[in-house]
């Protein structure tokens, strides 16, 4: 989304804030499921980077248990 820290961080934003505002409370008042992911009010997959055993090692190297 068009936020100050992705655009710090030099991206450009694929998303207005608007377009996002409808997902917001979705998932509190509908009955989605729950741990889903979602691209606004449809259920979604998350990147394909997200499910790679490889990338998730450096994220929990880096937090800890």
Known sequence: MD???VREG???PL??????ASGVPAPATRDLGSG??????TPARTDAAAYD?????????????
């Open 10 to 12: 030099g991206i450009t």
């Open 53 to 65: 055993p490889k990338v998730r090692e450096r994220p929990a190297a880096v937090t800890g248990p």
């Open 15 to 20: 998303h207005a804030v608007a377009d996002g």
């Open 3 to 5: 936020r100050a820290m």
């Open 36 to 41: 889903g992911c979602f691209d606004s009010t």
